[in-house]
């Protein structure tokens, strides 16, 4: 598929999806499609590795070291079961990942597309910023066994992960267009070309 340079502002595509459902494979789709993709994930990743004005205020608040990831590990435990202290951090990291975003926007201004792999696009109300929202969906069943074998979880352990995001059920209430990826990676990929081909033809 061509994508043409038709629209001076990019169209924002929010992906988000529960955790193994597939949105890393969908980037890498966009990406192949010359498509630029923004990952709050990575972006989240590097601020805790060079962000020290961030550092600081966290460090602050929760009175720990947040320098290395088994730190790091320790606070994401101290806030799994506290929603206070997670909305804290959350309150203290979110505008330096909406400010890099805001950042890396601008450098792409000049594709017609942008996609934003975000997997708490909607707990955090990004959904709002984007022009479609694509949830990637897969059931129960295949997210566990996914997550199972990429991240060698036992079955327990893959639930309790998957319980502590919002379900599924509940991203897709705000989907604009709903990526079922219960299929093969072709499938999946078809239904992404149909989507870039419908909002092509929307202009
Ligand atoms: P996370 O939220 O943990 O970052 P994710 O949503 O980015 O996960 P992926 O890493 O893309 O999910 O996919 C989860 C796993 O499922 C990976 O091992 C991936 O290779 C595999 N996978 C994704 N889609 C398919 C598919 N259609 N068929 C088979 N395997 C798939």
Sequence with gaps: MSVQNVS?????????????SGK???S??????NIPVIDSDHIVKELWENNQEMIDKVEAFFHLSVK??????KLGHMIFHNDQKREALNHMVHPYVFAKIEQLKKEYHNSPYIVIDMPLLIEVGYQELCDYVLVVYVDLETQIKRLVTRDALDR??????????????EKIKHADVILNNNGSLDELYQQIDEFLRG?????
């Excluded at 290395?68 to 590990?73: A, F, N, P, Q, S």
């Excluded at 909002?199 to 202009?203: F, G, V, Y």
């Design 68 to 73: 290395t990831y088994e730190d790091r590990k």
């Design 156 to 169: 327990t352990e893959a639930i309790t992960r998957i319980h502590a995001q919002l379900l599924l059920e």
């Design 28 to 33: 890498n789709y966009f990406l192949q499609l």
């Design 24 to 26: 890393t494979t969908a």
């Design 8 to 20: 001076t502002s990019p169209i924002i595509i929010g992906l988000t999806g529960g955790i193994a």
């Design 199 to 203: 909002i092509q033809n929307e202009k």
